[in-house]
C-alpha cells in the first residue's frame, strides 16, 4: 500500500470534488459509491433537486479547472424575491451589484460534472459499492456489497468518509473509538413541488434571476431556478403544530394551504397535488461530532462530518472548502496522515460550527424576519453603514457568500455589527432619523477593521 494511494467513501458533491482536486495532483485515488454510475444509470437523486453555489464552492470548482462547465449550468440570482401575503414582491438583492450574486445548479448535473472531470484527472470510481462497515486496525478495512448482495473487502492504509449525513463510515468509526456524536433534529421538514417551464418567449414562468421567497412567519416556500426554465420549490414547515406536515397530510390539504398562505404560487404549480403525494418529507438536522478522524485511519469531510440545516446554502459550498483543505494538506507532502488528518479537523471543526449556527439562525431570517420592518430597519442600515465603512463593516451574509473570510470570523463579526445595529435603531423607524456620522464614529470603535 503506497502513501499516495487515497480511498474515498462516497462520490457525492464532495467527494466527487475532492477525487478530482486530489488526482489533478497526482494522487492515486479510488472512490466507492453506492449508487449506480449517474452517466449510465441516471442521476438516482439526492438531497434538493437544486442548490446555490456561492464564492467559496466556486473556488473549490476553480482549482479543479470546472468553473466553465459548471457556469454554463447555473442561472443567477441577484437576491431574494419576496413574495407577501398581499401578493405583491420585492428584490432584496444579496450584495452591492451583479458582481456578488449567487448561483442556481443542478445537483445531478453538476455531481455528474465531478465525477467526469475526477475521472479525467485519473481517479477510479467504483460504483455499486455501497459501505456496510468497517474495522481499524492496521490501516481500515472497508466491508463493501453490491446491490446484488455480493459482499466483497477492501483493506486500505485509511479511509476518508464523504458518505454525507448518514454516514456509514461515521457509524463505524463511532463503534472503534466514539466521536462524541450529537444529531440535533431542527423539528422542521420540507417537500418538493415543481414549478414547470413556460412555453412563452421567455422559458420562466416567474423572474429568473432570484431565489423566491414566501416567508409566513413559522414556515415558508422558497423557489429556485433549474436552467431549463423550472423551478423547484420547496415546502418547509414544522413537524408537529398548526400547519405542519402532520395536518398537511394529504395533497387536499397542501391545496387548501397554498389557496390561503401561497395564492400567488398555486396557479403556477400545476401538479401541485401529485408533487405532494410522489414526493417524501425530507428531515433536516445539525450534526455535531467532537472528533472527526481516527489517528491516521479514518476522516470524515463535507456532510458526514457536518451535516447542516439548507438555509444560508451552505452546506455544499463547506464541504467544499473542506476538500479545498484536505487536497491542499495532502499536496504539502506530509509523511505522517494522522498529522494531516488533525491539522485538518483543527482548521475546519470551528469553521463548521460557525456555519452550522449560522444556518439555524437564518432559517428565521428568511421565514420570517424578511418581512419585518425591524429586520429590514437594520438591513438598510447595515448596508449604508458597509458603504461609508468598506474597510470595517461587511453584511454577515456577504461575508458567508461572497468572500472566504473563515466562517468562524464572519460569525465572530457578524455578532458585532449586528450589537451595533440594533443600538443603533432601537426605537427608530426610519434611516433618516439616525445620526450616521455617530454611527460610524460607533463602528469605528466596536469593529475592528479587516485584515485586507
Ligand atoms: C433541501 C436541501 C437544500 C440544500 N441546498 C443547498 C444549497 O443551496 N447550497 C449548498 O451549498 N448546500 C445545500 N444543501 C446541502 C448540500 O446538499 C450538502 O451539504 C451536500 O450535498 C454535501 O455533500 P456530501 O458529498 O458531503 O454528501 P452527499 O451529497 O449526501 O453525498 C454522499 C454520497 O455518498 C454516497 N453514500 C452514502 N452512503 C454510502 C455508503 N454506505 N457507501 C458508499 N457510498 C455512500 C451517496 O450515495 C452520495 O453519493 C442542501 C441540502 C438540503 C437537504
Redesign the pocket.
Known sequence: MERNQITI???????ALLAALLAQRGFAVTV????RDPRVAGYAG???IN????ER?LHGLRLAGMTDTVMRLAVMMRGRMVHHRDGHTELLRYGRDDSEVIWSVS?GRLNTALIDAAEKAGARFEFD????GATFDDGATLRLENEAGVASEAHVAFAIG???????LRAAMNAHAPLGERIEPLGHG?KELEIPAASGASRFAIEPNALHIWPRGNYMCIALPNAEGSFTV?LFLPNEGVPSFTTIDSPAAARKLFERDFADALPLIPDLEADFAANPV?M?ATLYLERWHIDGRALL????AH??V?FH???????FEDAVELADLFAAGASDIGAVFAEFERRRRPNAQAIAAMALENYVEMRDSVADPAFLLRRELGRVLAARNPDRFVPRYSMVTFTRMPYAEAFARGAAQERVLRALTAGRQHIGEIDLDAADARVRTAIDPLAS
Open positions: 467513501v462516497g462520490a457525492g458533491l464532495v467527494g466507492y459509491e453506492r449508487r439526492g438531497r434538493s442548490l446555490a453555489l456561492a464552492g445537483r459499492r455501497r459501505l456496510t464523504a458518505d454525507g449525513a448518514g454516514s456509514a420540507y420547496t425530507g433536516l469531510v463535507g456532510d458526514a451535516a447542516i439548507p446554502g451552505q452546506g455544499m459550498n463547506c464541504g
